[in-house]
């Protein structure tokens, strides 16, 4: 009772701060995106639509303090739009029962078209900062929880996430963990002090702990993936290399017997039931692509007996269990197509970015957030090869947060413009860019 009692205070208070501060209502509606508080409580408060309320509040606090000034329409934001306007075709032409697809839809769409306008407010490094630091603590609280709690268990029980949420799975979550990873890292590289480097290091320990403790082959592959990229991708190989394996040792160390059999079955995995069954459903799924190539069947094809049995009459109705199988087969593939593309002119931005800002301390934190974001993709993509997670939306607010930082930085000359010009850096938004790079190890996040 008492925690319902705070988190309707807490509501209350949210709603009127975005009334009067929009970037309120971005924190509070992320919170509960991201972190399900409300999960948490008992009764009628954890079944609220309280990220629905924030963001309406949210929303009324933009029309009155006429913010933002401008929509920034860039590669990334046409995209998302191009990408919601494929899934309500779809929509409209789903074969499941519209008790089924519309709930999904309308989800996909509040979520996609408030991340818009949380791009749309993206507009300095400290909202970034705002934005990054909200993540890795709503995310990242599962992760160190999950951690202690392997450690403390010896690994014998699988850790899970917040309940009724798109994390609750233990897959689910060790993906979503794996792609807060990185942003972790980022703020423990940038941060000015030294407490904050030695908490957030902890914290990753205890998240790698954490993913390994789910027991989740297709998050361990992830892990590997992106401790691959990470370690290609970094300036000291040698020293980097030798971090990565030591924690990645750390983390394998504690768990038992059991753990490492079920791994072990990665490499047999046609002798495994689990993966069998994937591999069936991934081929039934690119069936109904296959006769429905341009709208697909509709959210939750592969899960619907009615759709899924119309193609395969003696098939078992299940999940798809992979982001490329899960887009084509529900969408089409115009879908897949515009989800392919987002991801290639995301990391094309990315890499663009970093040209431009590589080279100037004062813009070193975009070229180190740009590092780490492109990380996280490979994460999110390499273990949602394996889940349902097409729609999730901490891996679009990535994406639009790469359209924003490339508003940001639009109006930065290229580094041999710079050189041949001497030019000075100015930012393309008002405080966008602040010279605060201060201190030996930088500016705190």
Not at 40 to 65: D, S
Not at 131 to 146: M, N, S, T
Not at 172 to 200: C, E, F
Not at 424 to 438: D, F, H, K, T, Y
């Amino acid at each position: 009772m008492l925690h319902s009692l705070i988190l309707l205070a807490f509501l209350a208070a949210l709603t009127v701060l975005a009334l009067m501060k929009p970037m309120a209502g971005v924190v509070g509606y992320e919170c509960f995106t991201f972190m399900s508080p409300q999960q948490e409580t008992y009764g009628i408060t954890g079944a609220l639509p309280v990220a629905l309320i924030v963001a309406l509040a949210t929303v009324v606090g933009c029309v009155i303090n006429h913010e933002p000034k401008k929509f920034s329409f860039n590669g990334v934001t046409i995209l998302v739009i191009a990408f919601l306007l494929q899934a309500t075709i779809s929509t409209i032409f789903a074969q499941a029962p519209s008790t089924i697809v519309l709930p999904v839809y309308t989800d996909l769409l509040k979520s996609l078209g408030f991340l818009l306008l949380v791009g749309a407010l993206m507009t300095t490094r400290m909202r970034i900062h705002v934005l990054v630091w909200l993540i890795v603590l709503a995310i990242g609280y599962y992760g160190v929880k999950g951690g202690l709690f392997t450690l403390l268990s010896g690994g014998n029980d699988h850790v899970y996430g917040p309940p009724n949420s798109i994390l609750s799975d233990n897959n689910q979550l060790a993906v979503g963990l794996l792609t807060v990873l990185p942003l972790m890292n980022y703020l423990r590289v940038i941060s000015a002090h030294r407490i904050v480097r030695i908490g957030l290091t902890i914290a990753m320990l205890l998240t790698v702990i954490a993913v390994v403790g789910t027991y989740s082959r297709g998050g361990l592959l992830a892990l590997f993936a992106m401790s691959a990229f990470l370690w290609w991708n970094s300036k000291g190989r040698i020293k980097s290399g030798v971090l990565i394996a030591i924690g990645l040792a750390v983390a394998i160390s504690f768990m038992p017997a059991q753990w490492v059999a079920r791994m072990h079955s990665i490499q047999h995995f046609h002798h495994s039931d689990s993966a069998n069954d994937r591999l069936t459903v991934w081929r039934q799924a690119f069936g109904i692509a296959l006769a429905n190539p341009l709208v697909g069947a509709g959210f939750k094809a592969t899960a619907t007996p009615t759709v899924i049995h119309r193609y395969y009459p003696d098939a078992n109705q299940r999940a798809t269990h992979s982001i490329w199988f899960q887009i084509v087969s529900q969408g089409g593939f115009p879908l897949l197509f515009i989800f392919i593309a987002l991801n290639v002119v995301s990391v094309i931005k990315l890499h663009r970015i970093r040209w431009r800002t590589r080279g100037d301390p004062s813009l070193r934190w975009i070229d180190e957030l740009c590092r780490m974001i492109e990380v996280s993709m490979i994460a999110f993509l390499v273990g949602g090869s394996f889940l349902s997670l097409g729609y999730y939306s901490l891996f679009y607010t990535l994406l639009i947060m790469v359209g924003a930082l490339g508003v940001i930085v639009q109006g930065v000359p290229a580094r041999n413009e710079v050189r041949s010009s001497g030019r000075v850096l100015q930012p393309a938004v008002p405080g966008a860019i602040e010279p605060a790079w201060r201190g030996r190890r930088g500016v705190q996040g």
